[in-house]
């Protein structure tokens, strides 16, 4: 049995979200494939996820097993004690929703998720898999706009920090692009992300 997070990042709700639209057919279908694994949610705007401050960051270099109750700790041994990761949400100004990153400060603790050596950090998460719906308003999956593509390659590449580097990405482009079948863009990546979940 595996333990997979899901975790959302949007400020919209389901059945508004165009992200959540995939994303949650990915993990209904998921389920039906799987259905001895279990789904934790983690929707970050309704758990409240807030930015680091000074008394969080005392416990950014814990000893093993501690605060594993704190309330920014115990996020950091949840995603350690995973197998699989979902992540949900769109991009914004080029990048992710802040609250994703205040997620990502929460996880991304030593000696819990990766720790330092003589060599360099190595991460402690490794032989895990990530998947990452993004949607996105223009065509950014290839050309020069994939230049300025700044969220899901830095979830690629900070999860590849903590060591999870079978990594993929699932998008839905040109969303907001006049004259776009939107509908026929999300059904299509619903379809894609239906099959991935065979894989997954």
């Known amino acids: 049995m595996s333990k997979v997070l899901y975790i959302k990042a949007n400020a919209k709700p389901e059945g508004v979200s165009r992200t959540f639209k995939i994303s949650d057919a990915f993990i209904s279908q998921y389920q039906k494939l799987h259905p001895e694994d279990e ?29 594993k109750d704190h309330p920014v ?30 997620y990502i400060d929460y996880v991304c603790i030593s000696s819990i998720t990766f720790r330092y050596t003589a060599d360099g950090p190595i991460g402690l998460c490794k032989g895990k898999k990530a998947v990452n719906f993004t ?15 700044m969220g899901d390659r830095y979830l690629k590449t ?34 894609e992300a239906g099959e991935f979940a065979k894989t997954f």
């Open 135 to 149: 949607t996105r308003g223009g065509a950014y999956s290839t050309g020069i706009a994939a230049e300025m593509e």
């Open 158 to 191: 900070v999860l590849g920090f903590m060591g999870v580097t079978d990594y993929t990405t699932i998008a839905a482009d040109q969303l907001d692009v006049m004259g776009v079948d939107v509908d026929a863009i999300i059904t299509k990546t619903i379809e």
């Open 39 to 67: 789904v934790v949610v983690l929707d970050l705007y309704k758990l409240g996820i807030h930015f680091l401050e000074e008394q969080d960051l005392a416990y950014h270099t814990p000893t093993p097993g501690e605060g």
């Open 73 to 102: 700790l115990k996020y950091a041994y949840q995603f350690a004690e995973a197998d699989k990761y979902v992540f949900a949400e769109p991009l914004w100004n080029l990048s992710i929703p802040a609250i994703l990153k205040a």
